[in-house]
């Protein structure tokens, strides 16, 4: 139920330091051109990938060019079939435009199952910089690096939030924990998942608007801690406006290599 802040702030706007706002247009385009980047990957199709690849391409940090990384995609890419390929998801773009220069930035959630039947998730984020010759882009280089247990934690919490706006019920089963207790904040009372959920779907109101501030996240082991402050805005089921802010404290567990939401309950801020 909340938006990302905090942790995130450096990384997610740095592209748009050194670079300008992307239009609209620019950045259906560029997102265009990642997601058909990545189903040339996934498919080895070694001849779109060259268009893609600048002739001086190099992967940071290990420095490799247009070809290594060519037959590395490809070979992967042979390899990686059957009923144990790793899926992948990309989503949460930023983008940075400059003339004739680009970047993008996203986050990868890629599940993948080993041979004994044994699901895990990790989670990355990839830089891109890219530049437009004869009207086309190619990539002319990429980093990215794992994320740590608080960026992930960061990353879930707004994905709770726009599953709120969305009534995203799968989101809800996927991601709160079999065991997962909520206590309301407007009228204290305690409800496990399923009836959770049910609130979630049956309410009757829109939300426009959801933001956090002050957003804390400590992790100890398997058992991390969130606080901060929820904002929401919208109207009720008789078309009343509202404008309310809670303090909030989640608590999340991880279990079989996945984070999960454990609790929530929240105090209104008068």
């Not at 706007?13 to 300008?20: E, L, M, P």
Request: hydrophobic share 40%.
């Amino acid at each position: 139920m909340k938006t990302l802040l905090g942790i995130l702030t450096v990384l997610l706007f740095s592209c748009n330091v050194a670079f300008g706002e992307c239009s609209a247009a620019d950045k259906k385009a560029l997102e265009a051109f990642d997601r058909e980047w990545a189903r040339a990957g996934q498919a080895g199709d070694r001849a779109k990938l060259s268009a893609i690849y600048a002739d001086e391409f190099v992967s940071m940090p290990d420095m490799a060019g247009k070809a290594a990384m060519i037959d590395n995609t490809v070979q992967n890419a042979q390899a990686g079939g059957g009923a144990n390929a790793a899926a992948t998801i990309h989503d949460r773009y930023l983008f940075g435009c400059a003339g004739s220069t680009a970047t993008i930035t996203h986050r990868n959630i890629i599940t993948a199952t080993s041979p004994s039947g044994q699901t895990e998730t990790f989670w990355t984020r990839s830089i891109h910089f890219l530049e437009k010759r004869g009207g086309t882009w190619q990539i002319v280089s990429t980093t990215g690096h794992e994320m740590g247990d608080q960026m992930v934690i960061g990353y879930l919490e707004q994905d709770w939030n726009d599953a709120n706006l969305r009534r995203d019920k799968a989101w809800f089963e996927k991601n709160f924990a079999s065991d997962f207790v909520g206590v309301s904040s407007m009228t204290g009372k305690v409800v496990g998942k399923a009836e959770d959920i049910a609130d979630t779907m049956n309410d009757k109101g829109t939300i426009e608007l959801a933001e956090t501030s002050d957003l804390e996240i400590n992790v100890i082991g398997d058992r991390a801690r969130v606080i901060g402050i929820y904002r929401y805005k919208g109207k009720d089921e008789k078309g009343a406006a509202y404008d309310r802010k809670i303090r909030f404290t989640d608590t999340w567990i991880k279990r079989d290599g996945r984070w999960q939401a454990w609790s929530s309950t929240g105090v209104a801020i008068p």
